[in-house]
């Protein structure tokens, strides 16, 4: 199984600043053929589904901020929130699709500081 | 709007078989080449990827869980289903489905399932 490890695990960060997410993958999810990264981002609010995020590693889904964006390539990806909004305040995962187990990785709390 | 929409029983007892169905609305379930997914959430905790159908009945299931799951897919009821055996405490969780078209674009809203005599 692919094993992602996504740090940190919990980000306090002030309302307006950057908020940076780090996921790393035990190996690239990378595929050559179309050199298309098997990467989404999600976002999950207390009682509420994930909602995608960025699929492809940086293909933002229709309706969210630009604020956000997912970078990366291999087996290090990011996801930025340039300016925190309250609403974000949110638990954010990596998950790959590149091999079957899909696996996501353990999530990240971002909150106000 | 897609829509998806799990339904089944909130409590099963151990050693019994948890059945959940997703009910998916605003899309028919055999048009396109998606995956129906079903992934799980322990409260609290992070998230387990299950398996998927196509809609041609095609499985694929997280290894982890191959011997005790069963997916089924019904076209006509646009709807498709997850039948887990010999359920343990460790089985309780939320049960999301989702669709899959190059990414889990739509979810369900989850379905808690607890396990319990």
């Known amino acids: 199984d692919i094993v992602m490890t996504q740090s940190p695990d919990s980000l306090p960060v002030s309302l307006g600043e950057r908020a940076t997410i780090n996921c790393k993958s035990s190996?690239?999810?990378?595929?050559?053929?179309?050199?298309?990264?098997?990467l989404a981002w999600y976002q999950q609010k207390p009682g509420q589904p994930p909602k995608l995020l960025f699929y492809w590693a940086s293909a933002r889904e229709s309706g969210v901020p630009d604020r956000f964006s997912g970078s990366g390539s291999g087996t290090h990806f990011t996801l930025t929130i340039s300016s925190l909004q309250a609403e974000d305040v949110a638990v954010y995962y990596c998950?790959?699709?590149?091999?079957?187990?899909?696996?996501f990785g353990q999530g990240t709390k971002v909150e106000i500081k | 709007q897609v829509q998806l929409q799990e339904s089944g029983p909130g409590l099963v007892e151990p050693s019994q078989t948890l059945s959940l169905t997703c009910t998916v609305s605003g899309d028919s379930i055999s048009r396109g080449y998606y995956f129906w997914n079903w992934i799980r959430q322990v409260p609290g905790r992070g998230l387990e990827w299950m398996g998927y159908i196509d809609n041609g009945g095609s499985t694929y299931y997280n290894p982890s869980l191959t011997s005790r799951l069963t997916m089924s897919v019904d076209t006509s009821k646009n709807q498709f289903s997850l039948r887990l055996n010999s359920v343990t405490a460790a089985d309780a969780a939320i049960y999301y489905c989702?669709?899959?078209?190059?990414?889990?674009?739509?979810w369900g809203q989850g379905a808690l399932v607890s396990v319990s005599s």
């Open positions: 989702a669709r899959y078209d190059d990414r889990l674009d739509y």
């Open positions: 998950q790959q699709y590149y091999s079957i187990p899909w696996t």
């Open positions: 190996q690239s999810v990378l595929f050559n053929s179309n050199n298309m990264n098997y």
